[in-house]
């Protein structure tokens, strides 16, 4: 959770930059050199190298260092739901910043997003715990931190078994009842499964982050013309 949270929130520091992307992409249209579509991709493909590194080295550094499962299978998943978290919210800020051009504003707005996403992922507070109906059934089944935490949270727990201290039950507990029980996680499907989810966000936030750009300028003009005083005769 805290590897996951800390380089997702951490991306808002990013966000100067997505901005001047943006004003040079702007140029750049402008120019005929190319379109939204190329840019959309261009943007996508380049951040990738980038992000899986940040994703390797800081994840590999935290994973053995609190000695979580050591199969590299494992650790494999660890990283891929970590890159996929990473592309995740890139795409989510760089559809920010297409909304508001201001690098304050938006870094603002992107942390406040994150927050409530942050805080309705199942963790600060557990899922049957959050308030109805919003909160519980909206909030949290957008919010991609439930998936990040849910993957995690399979991926290490499952397989396991526990000494059990209480009395008159099991001598053992498994990894999948201490899942259900306390972290109050979604067993009905793999860990695969979020990841896929989280990988399904991407493509939409990347679609709304093309559809945005297309869209502002067709309706910057409007805007300019409704709002230009008429001279006065």
Sequence with gaps: MFVA??????????????VEDMKVFGRERLNGHYGVGAFVVGNTISSIPYLFMISLIPGAIAYYLVGLQKSLGHFAYFVIL?????MLVESLM???????PDFLMGIITGAGIQGVKMLNGGFFRLPNDLPKPFWRYVMYYIAFHKYANQGFYKNEFEGLSFPNNQAGGSPTITGDEVLRSFWQVEMGYSKWVDVGILFGMVVIYRLLFWGIINKVDKVKPLIKSYMAVPPKH
């Design 94 to 100: 760089m559809t920010v910043a297409s909304i508001v």
């Design 5 to 18: 949270a800390f380089l997702t929130f951490m991306s808002i520091g990013g966000f100067p930059s997505f």
């Design 82 to 86: 970590l890159f996929t978290t990473m």
